[in-house]
């Protein structure tokens, strides 16, 4: 089954993310859409603690989104340690710890597809990185009784996605901003635009997702993304607004223009 001009009712999408505000940078056109269609939307966010100011900001993000409350692990962000006073960063707590809180919300919110970043976490933050590699654990894990006992019964999703931006998109973005091309060898963000297997056409959802990245008040001028976004000319800006792409794993049919199930 795929999703093509409307959501099914209870179709579930669940949002696995390293910050506040990578849900409404990397996934806020995705999420808005499918809540508009009816779906069920959540965000997992595995860093910032409850009562910080960037907590607030997500819970704010996710109302203008129709994602529901935040659902925070509350461990700290790699290099703020006042993001969750007290607790560890979430790069150093036990790999298998964080594999099962994941698990968790998956056995609890049952999605039917869960999307979280590329294997370079889109741009090579170490939580992101962090958060793809539990997740894709998570995500195979949820279905195995035998794991994780007392976080719920097992739940398979039926497809992962990898947000992720066509190289091509990249480079001329690059462009757009410093007027060259990337020197030879230089690590960029993205994948080749073969591996792109999925891209969602957001444009209606653009305005709600430039609302949604702008709660996080705190980060507008300070994050590398939302510093990015609204460096780009408007015409590019545009273009990365209106469109999101992922790779869905394991996929080998036709390029989707809906997330699948």
Request: hydrophobic fraction near 40%; include cysteine.
């Amino acid at each position: 089954m795929i999703i093509k001009e409307g959501a099914v009712a209870g179709f579930g999408v669940l949002c696995v993310h390293a910050h506040p505000d990578d849900e409404a940078i990397w996934t806020g056109g995705t999420l808005a859409r499918y809540a508009d269609e009816g779906a069920r939307t959540a965000v997992v966010t595995c860093t910032w603690a409850e009562g910080t100011v960037r907590a607030g900001e997500l819970e704010r993000s996710l109302g203008v989104l129709g994602a529901g409350e935040p659902r925070l692990l509350g461990y700290a962000d790699a290099n703020k340690p006042e993001s969750a006073p007290g607790a560890p960063r979430f790069l150093d707590v036990p790999f298998d710890e964080a594999v099962g809180r994941v698990v968790g919300h998956i056995r609890r919110f049952r999605p039917d597809v869960v999307l979280t970043y590329d294997a370079y976490g889109s741009y090579g933050h170490p939580d992101h990185v962090h958060a793809h590699r539990v997740t894709m654990a998570a995500v195979e894990a949820a279905g195995y009784d035998q794991l994780h006992p007392g976080t719920g019964e097992p739940w398979r999703p039926r497809a992962l996605y990898l947000s992720t931006v066509p190289r091509s998109v990249v480079v001329s973005h690059w462009r757009s901003v410093f007027g060259t091309d990337p020197e030879p060898g230089q690590t960029l963000p993205g994948v080749p635009d073969d591996q792109v297997t999925t891209r969602l056409d957001v444009g209606r959802w653009a305005e709600r997702k430039w609302e949604a990245m702008h709660a996080h008040a705190s980060e507008v001028g300070r994050g590398a993304s939302m510093t990015l976004l609204t460096g780009l000319p408007e015409q590019a800006r545009a273009q990365m607004l209106a469109n999101e792409w992922y790779r869905r794993v394991g996929h080998t049919g036709p390029p989707e223009t809906a997330l699948g199930a």
